[in-house]
């Protein structure tokens, strides 16, 4: 099993920042994938980006240049840094984890992030 725990969401002005974090506990694998989705309200969810165990990035093309998504293997903790929020960034933000085993795929409980205009 995997415990995740995310931080870092609340409410923020249009054109503001905030940064997400997601610290992983448990049974983590060394090789492992782990990133950031999001839902917003009557939307499915999407991805946001995601990071491998060896720093290899992806993210969803209407993120890149404002999101950036890192990691500290140490401490097995992901983070969002986001930038020039919008309004249509309001959604509530999901970590997730997959290892290399078949079925080693978790996610967080999701956090709340409300951009105001």
């Known amino acids: 099993q995997v415990q995740l725990v995310e931080s870092g969401g609340g409410l923020v002005q249009a054109g503001g920042s905030l940064r997400l974090s997601c610290a992983a506990s448990g049974s983590i694998f060394s090789i492992n994938v782990m990133g950031w989705y999001r839902q917003a309200p009557g939307k499915q969810r999407e991805l946001v980006a995601i990071i491998t165990s060896d720093g290899t990035t992806n993210y969803a093309d209407s993120m890149k240049g404002r999101f950036t998504i890192s990691r500290d293997n140490a401490k097995n903790t992901i983070y969002l840094q986001m930038n020039s929020l919008q309004p249509e960034d309001t959604a509530v933000y999901s970590c997730?984890?997959?290892?290399?085993?078949?079925?080693?795929?978790?996610w967080g409980q999701g956090i709340q992030v409300t951009v105001s205009s």
């Open positions: 997730r984890y997959r290892g290399p085993r078949s079925g080693s795929d978790y």
